[in-house]
């Protein structure tokens, strides 16, 4: 998955002393670890993973409201969309929802079009959709969402000299893996609110 912030953003945001060995290879991690927990904690992933379109199924009766179709997730592009009769429906044939600005979490179709969504067997994944899968294609204006994964990333990192077990990393004994605290700090709980995604479905 993409990475929310850099390790230079963090040892930056630290400021350590000029004497102090960082453990940059842990810090790479727990930004790993941490733009997860941003993703899961959201219910959205913020930037594709690579540049490759990814293509989801959609059922053509229970994800379809009239001429809309409603995503299960997040898109910043679309590429191609194709019926369940197998036929691709163009750009100039639907809009997006909402119009004006990404992430889209619908499709329309156009009154002018003259088509409806449809299927040539079964209604299941008959409808399928090719496009970035995210917030946003680029990690570009995502300034917030990099700021809440430094501060997260720095909680997690400074967690290594906590006496309160409650609230830093946990090594499981025997298998080095490492346990993270459930809760996230409330600074970034309150950077992220806004960010976190409405459940949109057919009715």
């Known amino acids: 998955m993409a990475s929310y912030c850099a390790s230079s953003d963090v040892t ?8 102090v060995t960082v453990d940059t290879a842990l810090i790479a991690d727990l930004i790993t670890r941490a733009s997860k927990r ?11 993973f690579d540049s490759d379109y990814t293509t989801r199924y959609f059922d ?17 592009i679309l590429s191609t969309v194709t019926n369940g009769d197998g ?8 809009v997006t929802l909402p119009t004006n600005e990404t992430p889209w979490y619908g499709i329309r179709l156009k009154a002018s079009s003259g088509v409806a969504w449809t299927y040539a067997s079964d209604p299941e994944e008959a409808i399928s959709i090719a496009g970035h899968w995210s917030y946003n294609s680029t990690s570009d204006n995502l ?4 700021d809440a994964c430094v501060r997260m990333v720095t909680w997690m990192y400074r967690q290594r000299e906590s006496q309160a077990d409650l609230d830093r990393p ?34």
């Open 12 to 19: 930056d945001y630290i400021d350590f002393d000029s004497d």
């Open 38 to 48: 941003i993703d899961d904690y959201c219910g959205r992933t913020f930037v594709a």
């Open 60 to 76: 053509a009766l229970r994800d379809i409201w009239g001429p809309e179709l409603f995503f299960d997730r997040d898109v910043s």
């Open 87 to 94: 036929v691709v429906v163009t750009t100039d044939q639907y």
């Open 143 to 146: 300034t917030a969402v990099t």
């Open 170 to 203: 946990l090594m499981v004994e025997g298998t080095g893996n490492i346990l993270m605290p459930t809760r996230l700090p409330d600074d970034v709980r309150a950077i992220l609110n806004p960010y976190r995604r409405a459940k949109v479905w057919a009715a």
